[in-house]
């Protein structure tokens, strides 16, 4: 069968695999440019995200759009998504089972978008994506190579909320992406 955003988004809103779904407002899928060469993927929803049924659309979102900007790429330019599509309650990080139950969801998206890179934005997205034992502050800004796709993962925006200190290395990360995205542009990939 061919895979669908009008398959993805009816699974998204109809499911009940974990307890997430039980307390959510909306389900949030992604939003941004649906063919995009970079695709950000979050931890999941925050309370502003719940209420809207967008992504990174609090401070946090702010922010990304900032440091979007900052190295000339819009929304129009990248597609943003997260592990979990359902917040967690308290903003919590989302427990295995529930990453689990999401994750085919996150699978789905790539293989619709076959984006050339992925930014994975903080600790969870990249012990999902890169290695259960990615350590964050160690191995942020470390290129992987995974089937012809480029993998980096930075802080995420709220930890630069958090802690100034953590921009600087979030500002030359976003740096080496916007340089990988040209060199890939480059060679015509």
């Not at 000339?72 to 998504?81: F, G, H, R, S």
């Not at 427990?95 to 994975?120: G, M, T």
């Amino acid at each position: 069968m061919e895979k669908t955003w009008e398959i993805l988004e009816g699974a998204c809103y109809y499911c009940k695999k974990c307890r997430l779904s039980e307390m959510r407002t909306n389900v949030v899928i992604g939003k941004g440019n649906k063919q995009a060469e970079i695709m950000f993927i979050g931890e999941g929803p925050g309370q502003q995200e719940d209420l809207q049924g967008q992504p990174f659309v609090g401070p946090a979102g702010q922010l990304l759009d900032k440091m979007l900007a900052a190295v000339d790429l819009q929304l129009e330019d990248v597609y943003i998504t997260n592990v979990v599509k359902c917040r967690p309650p308290g903003n919590r990080d989302p427990h295995d089972d529930e990453k689990q139950s999401c994750i085919n969801y996150l699978r789905y998206q790539f293989a619709l978008i076959r984006p050339k890179i992925i930014v994975c934005l903080g600790r969870i997205a990249a012990t999902t994506i890169i290695d259960p034992d990615f350590k964050i502050t160690k191995q942020r800004g470390q290129w992987y190579e995974r089937k012809g796709c480029y993998i980096i993962a930075t802080y995420h925006p709220s930890a630069l909320l958090r802690d100034e200190t953590k921009k600087r290395p979030a500002w030359e990360d976003m740096q080496a992406i916007r340089k990988k995205l040209d060199e890939i542009r480059q060679k015509g990939v």
